[in-house]
């Protein structure tokens, strides 16, 4: 059994075991210093409480096996600043905000803001560079929920030269004032978020879900948002309840999310779990998510911020995550505008979510909307409604249903016209599948590129629930679907196997190049 | 809203207004003529002869935002309920134009607002493109490159007076659309500040000719016209005020002479 040290700082490890599982593994002890730290049955695990420049010996150790001993010197550590020092009381009624956006401000270079057992009433903390945060266990920044006291981030303050212009806010794809998150960066760096604690937006039907889709003085925050921020990390916390997206880093770099607990009721509108909005460099590893929407979305603008800016959402990794409930595991769209590139899903769980990969794309997306390099690899699905989605007739906004937009009919190719080009699924298990096995639909006038589905087992429940595959005009709920594919230049079948459907398993047409291998 | 209550407003404004080509040369006896024109009910005579509701509706908005009478916002309300309640069918593009498709600059200026408006509230916002793309091709067709006004007829030189037609329809648009279709609402913003910027351009020239130009061209109903356009955008947030202090007070100031 070996395993991997994947972060280290001054109070924290994060250990990942190494092809043991997916997400969980077989209930395996962690050792350290000789003494049994945790029982566990999770592959990537933190361990937490650890002092500063110290070394640990690490091992873990099974009925039948034991790993060698791995010793770990954690880093140095100049200064702790506990909250309560600063005045917060975090007894649930006081508003503290201001007295942990103090030991924030004050926390030097290698210091450690504190945040004690308690919760702690606040409507936004500002991150600074420079800075690590520890939440301790049963630590809970609890989100006050009245609007009418978090700050405004607005989405364009146009520059005095008036030739450019600041973008702080963002909805939904669009530069627009929203509230500030409960947790803001905003143009910062070098940021450590990490302990046992929880972040609790406090959401509910009574409050920010109430009449979602309206804009009341702004639109609604997120829980944690990171606008032009770089190398930033969060580790071991749970984050719940949020407004609308959970985490949200825009046009931000080298992000890592390590052993998260991300969690919304499954009726909760807009609360996607984790959305890197035109971000490079992302890992997300052994995150946890159930949730009410789409568990990873990866975005990239909608049509003005994509023709803008023109930055993708590019080489992002996600690994060792476990995703219950929710409309997608992972999505792709449909604020892409500015593309999609270089994404690595592997080693993942995904229970009982409607869609594993959903890409959701359509015509007036644009040129830029280029979705490439996608690779899914070693994953299981458990009553996963569809396994893989690829629609490009989504019908989003108010043309959605446009004839330009659903028709199946061939569209001359101009600076509207969206790309899809490589998508590998490799080694993927998926039982007690419901509407169908797969749903790829291309534009006829801009073929998926290719398609590879190596190694790829899929099978349906035996009470299957109907759905609707993919969210495209005339398409109706299905059960026990084989695998369709239409407008694709090449589609490789190596190994695949669709066993329990009704009808053909595999439903081709208009596949330029079909290559199917047993 | 389209309605709504604005700075002129409320201050009870009584500047004259001129109107884009339909209606609006009520000069000082404004309320008198708009009274002749009116039935008991408050709805215009001449909305008989005049199939454009919407460009009347739009009109009695203007009104009622120079003179503050509440009058004119019943009005305005009034052809709100008409064109906006008319059961299943889908009101189109042709539907706001008084002469269809052939509608000239005029036309669209008056039109549009309402137009967007309806669409914003009742339609989805669907055609939202079409209303885009039609002052798109109105920039494309009537916009002189040479001195950044509008003109009035194609490959005609701009004018001061058409360009705060345009800026003050623009305006209208951008309070009712929403910005949720982002590209769409910053297409109408860019439109606007450019054409701002060819206004603010041509009236801080010191030039004779364009003193002359700005006393030939620019009646009292264009000042207020620019005024209200210009506070208005200030207010939703599209143009920074601090840019355009002097282009207020300039208006205020001709109006000032003017009187």
Excluded at chain 2, 178 to 190: H, V
């Amino acid at each position: 059994m070996k395993f991997d040290v994947i972060y280290k700082s001054a109070r924290t490890i994060v250990l990942e075991l190494k092809q043991q599982g997916k997400y969980y593994t077989e209930d395996y002890e962690l050792y350290v210093n000789g003494s049994l730290y945790v029982s566990s049955n999770k592959v990537v695990q933190s361990i937490h409480g650890l002092k500063p420049d110290t070394t640990y010996e690490i091992y873990t150790k099974r009925a039948d096996s034991q790993s060698e001993i791995l010793s770990v010197t954690t880093e140095k550590e100049f200064v702790t600043l506990n909250v309560r020092a600063f005045g917060a009381k975090g007894d649930g009624i006081h508003d503290d905000t201001t007295f942990i956006q103090c030991a924030i401000q004050a926390c030097p270079e290698n210091g450690r803001v504190y945040i004690p057992k308690g919760t702690y009433k606040i409507t936004t903390l500002f991150l600074k560079s420079n800075l690590k945060i520890e939440l301790e266990k049963e630590a809970t920044l609890s989100a006050i929920t009245d609007r009418n006291q978090f700050p405004i981030l607005p989405g364009v303050i146009q520059s005095y030269d008036e030739t450019e212009e600041l973008n702080l806010g963002t909805w939904e794809g669009n530069p627009l004032d929203c509230f500030a998150a409960v947790i803001t960066g905003l143009g910062v760096s070098n940021v450590e978020i990490t302990g046992e604690g929880t972040i609790d937006g406090c959401a509910s039907k009574e409050n920010w879900w109430d009449n979602p889709k309206i804009r009341r003085i702004a639109w609604r925050p997120r829980l944690i948002f990171l606008n032009h921020c770089e190398h930033i990390t969060l580790q071991g916390i749970t984050v719940k309840n949020s407004p609308s997206w959970n985490i949200h880093p825009y046009f931000s770099d080298h992000l890592r999310f390590l052993d998260l607990k991300i969690l919304n009721p499954k009726d909760s509108p807009n609360t996607d779990g984790l959305d890197p909005e035109s971000c490079h460099n992302v890992e997300i590893v052994g995150v946890y998510f159930s949730l009410g929407d789409d568990c990873i979305a990866i975005k990239s603008g909608k049509i003005y911020m994509g023709a803008k800016h023109k930055r993708a959402s590019e080489n992002i990794e996600i690994r060792q995550c476990c995703m219950r409930d929710g409309h997608g595991s992972i999505t792709i769209g449909s604020e892409m505008a500015g593309g999609a590139k270089n994404i690595t899903v592997k080693e993942c769980r995904f229970l009982s979510t409607d869609r594993g990969l959903r890409i959701k794309t359509r015509r007036g997306r644009g040129k830029d909307a280029i979705i490439d390099g996608i690779l899914f690899e070693d994953i299981i699905m458990d009553h996963v409604m569809t396994p893989v989605v690829i629609n490009s007739f989504y019908f989003c906004d108010p043309d959605g249903h446009s004839e330009y937009v659903q028709s199946k009919n061939w569209y001359p190719v101009d600076d509207r016209t969206p790309y899809i080009g490589e998508l590998v699924f490799r080694n993927l298990e998926c039982t007690n599948c419901h509407a169908a096995a797969a749903y790829m639909y291309g534009l006829p006038e801009q073929k998926i590129k290719k398609v590879v589905f190596d190694h790829v087992n899929i099978s349906f429940a035996e009470n299957p629930t109907a759905g609707v595959p993919a969210m495209m005009d005339g398409v109706d709920e299905t059960t026990r679907l084989g695998l369709f594919a239409n407008n694709l230049e090449q589609l490789v079948l190596s190994k695949v196997t669709v066993e329990g459907q009704e009808g053909e398993a595999f439903l081709t047409s208009n596949i330029d190049n079909l290559q199917k291998k047993a | 809203m389209l309605i709504r209550e604005c700075d002129s407003a409320r201050s009870g404004n009584r500047d004259t207004m001129k109107g884009n080509g339909i209606i609006m040369n009520v000069g000082s006896n404004k309320e008198k003529a708009f009274g002749q024109n009116a039935n008991e009910d408050n709805t215009l005579k001449v909305w008989e002869a005049n199939p454009s509701g919407a460009a009347m509706k739009e009109m009695m908005n203007v009104l009622y935002r120079v003179s503050g009478n509440e009058r004119y916002q019943d009005s305005a309300k009034y052809y709100e309920e008409l064109y906006c309640n008319r059961g299943n069918k889908n009101l189109d593009f042709a539907d706001f134009m008084i002469r269809g498709e052939q509608a000239d600059y005029d036309e669209l200026c008056m039109s549009m607002p309402f137009f967007i408006f309806y669409e914003t509230q009742y339609n989805k916002k669907e055609k939202y493109n079409e209303i885009v793309k039609q002052f798109r091709s109105l920039r494309e067709d009537y916009y002189d490159k040479t001195n950044c006004l509008y003109s009035l007829k194609k490959d005609e030189e701009g004018n001061i007076s058409n360009s705060v037609k345009v800026l003050f329809a623009l305006s209208e648009m951008l309070m009712n659309t929403s910005e949720e279709i982002y590209e769409n609402y910053r297409s109408l913003i860019d439109l606007y500040r450019e054409t701002l910027k060819g206004i603010v351009s041509f009236t801080g020239r010191n030039s004779e000719g364009a003193v002359k130009a700005i006393e030939s061209e620019m009646d009292e109903s264009d000042e207020v016209m620019l005024r209200t356009s210009v506070k208005d955008a200030i207010q939703m947030g599209i143009i920074l005020s601090e840019k355009y202090e002097t282009l207020l007070k300039n208006s205020e100031e001709r109006s000032q002479e003017e009187l």
